[in-house]
């Protein structure tokens, strides 16, 4: 037997395990799934302004903008992929890999000016989606050139000319920008049906988000299971113990998340977004990125990365609940103003204190006691300022007083939390002017 042909019975046998491995993995799992080799995008609110798309039969890379409903491509240039056509499944097979892909770093003048030319924006293959393929290897890149470029020539990485590249890597956000690689693009109208697709998906993110900011069982149930322990190699019962040990611990958990982009693949979807964590006195920023696919008609998370990012979204993340934090502070003064007992007091935490009153229950006894004889009660809040806590919102303003006879005017400080889409009073601070 030669050389060529023991190298193709190796190959062959490397494909039939993989395709068997992906029967017993897909069909224990049962996911609708379906491996083409052609991405098809649509126009939909939910894409990012900026992509990167590859087609590897038209050796093309397009940087691609979405606006006010409409995809253009800003630019076009030749590419290079790998020496073999296909999918990437394996170490050295010199097959650039198909799917959704983000750029992890920006390498300026690589070790190899002829292979990498003096730019590289290495990819986060294997993702989450080729691991629960079972597919391995690393170190795809999209880089320049240092030689003439010549299609289907690299190793599997994705290689144009030099200057081009440097345009490009203008449009490059790290670990936000996407690249989607097919063997063929496609840009097609959206159907109803795509539509339909992606505002359940929406849905599924945004209700996923908030029983997570509820800290709420039903967290776990957008899950798969099985899918989900395997690209988090973590037993999904032990993932299921960890949240709910987070759950406990903090007294609040709110997830402030700007915007939600989705992408659509030939057999998975990623959702991503910039997003803010925050609990009693911890705050993080990072980037979340979520794949989903479908099962029994259901879309169901079988992955997830998280990455820092240093991004400010404090102005957002104030402008959102400043609106809120009014409307609450409406309510509890209205309360107030009916001199009604049990709505007042369920803007209360638990063990709430009020200058030297120290739970709700001694608030309880010390407002029911002054309302006792009182008529009427007039409250009028001025010059509000919202600003973030470590313990959740400072809320202060002056406040004018009135009752029957009496009359006072002083600085009120709220300490409030994030509680069940509305806040709980956790403190409250009056000084007297």
């Not at 098809?40 to 940087?63: A, C, E, G, N, R």
């Not at 490059?172 to 097609?188: E, M």
């Not at 099962?295 to 997830?304: G, M, R």
Request: hydrophobic letters at 35%; a positive charge; glycine letters at 4%.
């Amino acid at each position: 037997m030669n050389c060529s042909s023991l190298e193709n019975k190796r190959y062959l046998t490397k494909k039939i395990l993989f395709f068997l491995f992906c029967f017993f993995v897909f069909g224990l799992i049962d996911f609708n799934i379906c491996f083409a080799n052609t991405i098809t995008i649509f126009p939909h609110k939910y894409l990012p302004s900026v992509f990167l798309l590859v087609d590897k039969q038209k050796q093309m890379l397009y940087v691609a903008n979405y606006k006010n409903g409409t995809i253009k491509f800003i630019k076009r240039e030749p590419c290079s992929t790998g020496a073999i056509k296909g999918d990437k499944t394996s170490h050295g097979d010199k097959k650039t890999p198909e799917g959704i892909y983000f750029f992890r770093k920006k390498i300026n003048n690589p070790p190899d000016f002829l292979l990498y030319g003096n730019l590289a924006f290495p990819l986060n293959y294997p993702n989450p989606i080729d691991k629960l393929l079972h597919k391995n290897g690393d170190g795809i890149w999209l880089h320049g050139r240092g030689k003439k470029l010549v299609p289907y020539d690299t190793k599997g990485c994705i290689a144009i000319k030099n200057n081009p590249l440097k345009v490009i890597g203008n449009y490059i956000k790290l670990n936000f920008t996407p690249i989607l690689i097919a063997s063929k693009i496609k840009i097609r109208d959206p159907s109803p049906d795509q539509l339909k697709d992606l505002e359940k998906i929406r849905k599924i993110i945004e209700d996923w988000i908030n029983a997570w900011k509820d800290k709420n069982d039903s967290y776990f149930k957008y899950y798969d299971k099985i899918a989900f322990s395997i690209t988090s190699n973590t037993p999904f019962d032990k993932f299921i113990k960890q949240k709910r040990h987070y759950f406990k611990k903090y007294k609040w958990i709110d997830i402030f998340v700007p915007k939600i982009y989705i992408l659509t693949g030939p057999y998975y979807i990623v959702s991503y977004f910039y997003e803010m964590f925050r609990c009693p006195y911890f705050k993080s920023t990072g980037i979340k990125r979520v794949y989903l696919m479908q099962k029994e008609n259901e879309y169901k998370i079988v992955a997830s990365e998280w990455i820092y990012s240093n991004i400010n979204l404090d102005n957002e993340y104030l402008k959102l609940h400043t609106a809120k934090i009014n409307s609450f502070l409406k309510k509890w003064k209205n309360a107030w103003e009916n001199k009604d007992i049990e709505k007042f007091l369920s803007f209360y935490d638990k063990h709430a204190t009020q200058n030297n009153l120290s739970a709700k229950e001694s608030i309880y006894y010390h407002k029911q006691r002054l309302w006792r004889n009182i008529q009427k009660i007039s409250v009028e809040l001025q010059n509000i300022n919202i600003s973030i806590d470590p313990s959740g919102f400072k809320v202060k303003f002056l406040q004018k007083y009135r009752a029957d006879h009496y009359q006072d005017i002083g600085i009120k400080t709220l300490i409030i939390y994030p509680y069940k889409g509305s806040y709980k009073i956790q403190k409250e601070i009056w000084r007297p002017l």
